[in-house]
């Protein structure tokens, strides 16, 4: 392919991705196919000489669209949303056509630069402390798992760096709530703690950490000479949105001399909003914090915005300088490469620059509010339908509900543990319904024993219109369940 051609194709891409998002919601939100059959479809082996890109793009469109669930589908309300946007969009192309791994200051100056103005920006946008200082990481996961590292190496002063886990006298311990996600445990292992060294801290009647069970996790650990290191608290919890009280947490962290990390990954985009900052009462004191801008602030998939306030620990836990890598402007500059795990870096400050500038902070905000104020209006309309029941509070835009006729109704304790597993199965044949049919996406989890139903508005381009209407569709299908 030459640049001519190049050129023509690009336009006939931009082309199909703008028809793509015009006509999307008439694509079904789900794929209507069985495990194996896009694989089987493929030819088993590479060609042996280049093919043109026609084919490719008619193969593209025939083969893989039909077997692709739609992310950015206003009807998809799973999981949590991982948006973009049109200028999202534009900066990635950018970003590919540049081509540039951003490791130093060196490899790509303005790269290097940037991420530092956008980062600065995001931290007075959700008002974080002064004293923090950002860095683009791929995911959540990755910007805890550096979170537990820094806090592995301050509670050892770094000779687990230096000399592995067999300098320990004594377990290092995490305490996270039980309903955290399940990146933490996940980064135990990798780190090191080993899972058997997580502890799930109950949460009261709101799913939220209980801090007075936190409180006597940590001295019973000390009495049973283990080392508590660090505790993840959560803002917007996966299952329902629950909010740790930060507050609680930091003062206990603060006695104890524990690390402090936060995961707000899904509702930091939330702080956005003045009216939402009190869940970050306590901040002053947190060692660590992450919010992905690729979950609801409609920048592409990855871009995680980690903070921290000791970026002297961090550089140290993480530097290694081969001559290969030394420059001249070490000493006086940002090499991002020190920063996280990965030497290689993606140039992805561009789009979040793009996307704050294009949206503009008002605009950010008046786009969340729209889906706090929608989730809103379908939060009375399950708490108003005899046969829906809400299953947590909405303190986002996360509705967490099942279908349940009876939920008025008294039950003996006999009778209780039959009805529950009856009223189990129905939601789970309600949401295999709307699944196989896929004109909407939700997706599960299980609270207190109950399968529940969770509904995210929280797609760039959904409306009003399209909340009520999947609200219907579900209402609907449980009805004919019944």
Known sequence: MDNKNFREKAHELVD???????????YPVKPDVEPGEILASLPDEPPRNGEPFDQLFSDFKNAIVPGMTHWQHPRFMGYFPANTSYPSLLAEFLTAGLGAQCMSWLTSPAATELEEQVMEWLRRM?????????????????????ALLMAREKVSNFDI????????????????????????EKDAKIAGFGRRNVRKVGVDGNYAMDAN?????????????????????????????AIDPLDNISRICQEEGLWLHVDAAFAGTALLLPEKRDMIQGIESVDSFVFNPHKWMFTNFDCSAFFVKDTDHLRRVFSILPEYLKTGEDDNVKNYR????QLGRRFRALKL????????VEGLRRRIRDHLEWTGDIRKKIENDPQFE???????????????????????ANELEEEEKRINRLNRELLNTIQ???YAFLTHTTLDGKYTLRMVIGQTYVSRQDALDVWEYIRDKGKKLL
Request: glycine share 6%; charged share 20%.
């Open 16 to 26: 199909w991705i703008a028809d793509y998002y015009e006509e999307i919601r008439d």
């Open 126 to 146: 959700i008002d974080l402390p002064e004293d923090m200082e950002g860095v683009i990481q791929d995911t959540a996961s990755t910007s805890t798992l550096v």
């Open 161 to 184: 760096n230096e000399n592995g886990y067999d300098s320990l006298e004594s377990p290092l311990v995490i305490y996270t709530s039980e309903q955290t996600h399940s990146s933490i």
């Open 213 to 241: 069970q936190l409180q006597s996790a940590i001295r019973e650990d000390r009495h049973r000479g283990n080392t508590p290191c660090c505790v993840v608290a959560t803002l917007g919890t996966t299952g329902s949105t």
């Open 338 to 341: 020190d920063w996280g795990i």
């Open 353 to 360: 620059w793009f996307v704050i500038r294009s949206f503009g």
């Open 390 to 412: 809400l299953l947590a509070p909405a303190p986002f835009n996360l509705l967490c509900f099942r279908l349940n006729p009876e939920a008025n109704n008294d039950f003996k």
């Open 436 to 438: 196989e049919e896929g």
